[in-house]
Each structure stands twice: as structure tokens, then as C-alpha cells.
């Protein structure tokens, strides 16, 4: 009953610093995602993967990229680390459709960028 | 481009109280909604998922409610509980081809006082 596992859960760095946030589900979905959640923004949209092979920009994607390097994992790295990267980032799963489509979410990695 | 809108931010009711928290979005053709919970410091937790087809979904003491043609969910919540103070969002998918990705609401935090 894992669901979706991120990890590391909390992490500090220094400015221009790089980093990957890894990111595995086991429930068989396509499509993940990568949101950042920041106070009085709500949840943004970083980067997702439709499937397999395909990542797309979401609505906040500057200063990340990402890999999805099987069906089970995706990560998301931050090249060069700066204090507007401090965030809590959230990775999620589901199996789109126009019938199903319910998004479930990792705990959270908390980073802050000194 | 779809907004979603939860009004108020915050809401403080005490134990036992029936109450109603809502959801506004502005594309109204979407598929489903998706209501989630989340807790201080951690991820979000599915509640419910209401197809466009459907017009509620409950879930013990949740119900949800969905009108596409006025643009509105709302979550009722029934006998509030002081476990139930978390915040609470709502979602809805944009289509673009096979892909989908969510458009999330801010979030209404609520507090239920013992």
C-alpha cells in the first residue's frame, strides 16, 4: 500500500547547489506530476508525464527538469539551486480518462534554498 | 483558462455543526472533480471524485455535489468533528489531447472547535 513514495522528505541547500527529487508510485498509472506548493499560491504545476516517455511544461516549469525513467518513476532536479526554489514539492500520480482520472500525491519534500 | 475558486479561505465552526464549504470554477466543460483534504505539513488525501455524469458522491459523513452548469462543487460535511480541521481543496482537470492536469483551488482551511 505504498501509493506514491517521494523522497528525500526534507532537504537544505545552498544557493547554486544542484539536486534530484525522486519521485516512484506502484499503482500502475501513466501519467505524473510534479507540483510545488508555496503559501497564499496554492499548488502549481511544474512538469508532468502523460505516459511513459513524454514530459511536458506545466504552468511553473523555469529552473526544472525532469525525467520519467520508467512507468514507475519520475524525478525532478534543480540544476542550480536558488532561494526561490524553497518550496514544499509534491509528486503525484493517476490513470487519466474522462471516467477516471483521481490524482493521488506523495508526502511532500520540503526544501529550502539558503 | 480555468480558475477555481474556493471562498472564504478560512472557516471556524464549532463541534457538531453541519456545514457546506464550496468550490467555483470557470470552464464548466470538465469531466470530474476532485475533492482532497490536506493536513499541516503533509500530502493531500483523495476525499471524493465526482464524473460529470454524476451529480453527488458521498462518502460517510462527506457528501459532494457537482452543478456544471452554474460552475459550482460543494462539500457538505456532516456533525463536524475537531479531526476534521484541515484544509480542504478541490480540483478540476484540463484536457489537452490524451493529457490531463489538475487546476487546484487555494484551499479552505477549516477549524472545528471541541
Known amino acids: 500500500n505504498a501509493g506514491v513514495t517521494q523522497t528525500p522528505k526534507f532537504q537544505v541547500l545552498k544557493t547554486g547547489q544542484s539536486m534530484t527529487l525522486q519521485c516512484a508510485q506502484d499503482m500502475n498509472h501513466n501519467s505524473m506530476y510534479w507540483y510545488r506548493q508555496d503559501p497564499g499560491m496554492g499548488l502549481r504545476l511544474i512538469y508532468y508525464s502523460a505516459s511513459e516517455g513524454t514530459t511536458d511544461k506545466g504552468e511553473v516549469p523555469n529552473g526544472y527538469n525532469v525525467s520519467r525513467l520508467n512507468k514507475r518513476e519520475f524525478s525532478l532536479r534543480l540544476e542550480s539551486a536558488a532561494p526561490s526554489q524553497t518550496s514544499v514539492y509534491f509528486c503525484?500520480?493517476?490513470?487519466?480518462?474522462?471516467?477516471?482520472?483521481?490524482?493521488?500525491f506523495g508526502e511532500g519534500s520540503r526544501l529550502t534554498v539558503l | 483558462k480555468q480558475e477555481v475558486t474556493q471562498i472564504p479561505a478560512a472557516l471556524s465552526v464549532p463541534e457538531g455543526e453541519n456545514l457546506v464549504l464550496n468550490c467555483s470554477f470557470t470552464?464548466?466543460?470538465?469531466?470530474?472533480l476532485q475533492w482532497f483534504r490536506q493536513d499541516p505539513g503533509k500530502g493531500l488525501t483523495s476525499l471524493l471524485l465526482?464524473?460529470?455524469?454524476?451529480r453527488e458522491q458521498t462518502s460517510g459523513r462527506l457528501n459532494a455535489s457537482l452543478d456544471k452548469s452554474s460552475g459550482r462543487s460543494t462539500l457538505y460535511i456532516a456533525a463536524s468533528q475537531p479531526g476534521d480541521s484541515a484544509t480542504y481543496l478541490c480540483a478540476v482537470p484540463t484536457y489537452t489531447g490524451a493529457n490531463s492536469k489538475l487546476t487546484f483551488g487555494k484551499g479552505i482551511t477549516l477549524s472545528v472547535r471541541p
Open positions: 470552464d464548466s466543460a470538465i469531466y470530474n
Open positions: 503525484a500520480s493517476s490513470e487519466p480518462g474522462k471516467n477516471t482520472g483521481e490524482l493521488f
Open positions: 465526482i464524473q460529470s455524469s454524476q
